[in-house]
């Protein structure tokens, strides 16, 4: 059906009325033409993931327990479940930055892992649309090697060739900062503290760009300066077209680099909007 056209002249002529309901309407067509031009990256659906602790029934650490083990000799079957993310849902698209927040052990940590695919879902789905890479502070590398091949060795591993990596490899060492304080890009990474370790590791994974880029936790663990740069890329990482989900308990963080933020509690959804709205009613102590 063809849409009806108003002139400014003829918006002119209507009532107050007749112009707000048309206000209205084009509102809410601006919205759903706005959802459908939106590429969506990473679908989250109902999604419930639960641990599987092995061997920890209760009192298997008692002396009576012990003992009517070794009598029985029966191992302990029993399993406890932990059940970290309850039936979360929602869309991120591209372009979008994304915080993740919630108090200690709400489940943010294993939801920014499940979408990387590292952790399966005992419900529900992830759909994502392109490569996920998790950047979390204990990103593997090396420690007996210098910084220099766990750059090398990173980069090659995030599918760069060999000429990207030579090309690449003087601006990730400057951009980590590793070398401020002396050649420590020479010395292995079990000599670094865990600041320089964590900023090493977000500087090789900030080099590619990714489809979708999932950080926890990695900014607070850099000073100030380190903050400031590593925000400055990924907003740079957002305009080359991808999606960053973002895991911090520094809301100011979350608040320069985000611009919506999902909020859970016991693995639940609290809220999902614009990061000043869900943001502001967490530190208020308030629940929508
Ligand atoms: N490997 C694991 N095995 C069993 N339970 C786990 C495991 N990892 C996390 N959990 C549990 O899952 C729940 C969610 O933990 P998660 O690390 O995802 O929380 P978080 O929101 O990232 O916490 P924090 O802010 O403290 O980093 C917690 O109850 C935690 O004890």
């Known amino acids: ?30 919205v759903a033409a706005a959802k459908e031009t939106r590429t969506p990256t990473v679908v989250v659906d109902d999604v419930h993931i639960v641990y599987k602790v092995h061997g920890a029934s209760a009192g298997k650490g008692s002396a009576t327990s012990a003992l009517s083990r070794l009598i029985s000799r029966k191992r302990s079957p029993a399993i406890t479940e932990v059940h970290a993310v309850r039936g979360v849902s929602f869309t991120a698209y591209k372009g979008e930055a994304v915080g993740l927040i919630g108090s200690n052990g709400s489940g943010k940590s294993t939801l920014l892992s ?130 960053v989900f973002l895991v911090s308990h520094n809301n100011n963080a979350i608040r320069d680099t985000c611009e919506r933020t999902v909020w859970i509690e016991t693995g639940k959804l609290i809220m999902d909007g614009p990061t000043e709205e869900v943001v502001g009613m967490y530190e208020r102590g308030e629940r929508p």
Do not use: W
């Not at 209507?14 to 112009?19: I, M, V, Y």
């Open 114 to 243: 499940a979408i990387a695919g590292l952790l399966p879902t005992e419900k529900g789905g992830i759909y994502t649309n392109g490569q996920p890479s998790l950047l979390g502070v204990n990103a593997a590398l090396m420690d007996d090697l210098t910084g220099e091949r766990n750059v090398v060795l990173g980069c090659l591993a995030m599918g760069m060739s060999p000429e990207q990596v030579k090309a690449r490899y003087q601006s990730i060492v400057d951009f980590s900062g590793i070398n401020e304080k002396g050649e420590f890009i020479n010395l292995p990474m079990r000599t670094y503290s865990s600041g320089m370790a964590a900023r090493l590791r977000f500087s090789i994974a900030a080099a590619k760009t990714h489809d979708v880029l999932l950080i926890d936790e990695a900014l607070s663990t850099g000073d100030q300066a380190f903050q400031r740069r590593s925000e400055a890329r990924i907003r740079e990482l957002r305009k080359e077209a991808g999606t």
């Open 1 to 30: 059906m063809a849409d009806t056209v108003i002139t400014t002249e003829q918006e002119a002529e209507l009532t107050g009325e007749e112009r707000a309901a048309l206000r209205r309407e084009r509102d809410a067509k601006a």
